[in-house]
């Protein structure tokens, strides 16, 4: 069984910054693709920003330029580094990790989210 953990939500004014954090954890054998989802309220869940294991990122358009997502595999970690936040960012943010267990059975674990509220 693999556990995620997530870190780092937060208030914080239009313009700011935030960092999460997503730790993975259990019985992990190799980790494919780190992935960022958030859901606002009334909304459907999207995606944020993904990492390959070989560090190819891709992000939502909304958030292109802004948002930057990188990985340490050492740590079995995954960020979220997020710039000038806007209000429309507001959401809980999810972490999504896809990978094989020790059994060599795939998993695909989620975290149990983080409240990122942006005020005008």
């Known amino acids: 069984q693999v556990q995620l953990v997530e870190s780092g939500g937060g208030l914080v004014q239009a313009g700011g910054s935030l960092r999460l954090s997503c730790v993975a954890s259990?019985?992990?054998?190799?980790?494919?693709?780190m992935d960022w989802y958030r859901q606002a309220p009334g909304k459907q869940r999207e995606l944020v920003a993904t990492?390959?294991?070989?560090?190819?990122?891709d992000y939502g358009d909304s958030v292109k330029g802004r948002f930057t997502i990188f990985r340490d595999n050492t740590k079995n970690t995954v960020y979220l580094q997020m710039n000038s936040l806007n209000p429309e960012d507001t959401a809980v943010y999810y972490c999504?990790?896809?990978?094989?267990?020790?059994?060599?059975?795939?998993?695909?674990?989620w975290g149990q989210g983080t409240q990122v509220t942006v005020s005008s």
């Open positions: 990492v390959t294991s070989g560090g190819i990122t």
């Open positions: 259990g019985s992990i054998f190799s980790i494919k693709t």
């Open positions: 999504n990790v896809v990978g094989h267990d020790s059994w060599l059975d795939q998993f695909d674990s």
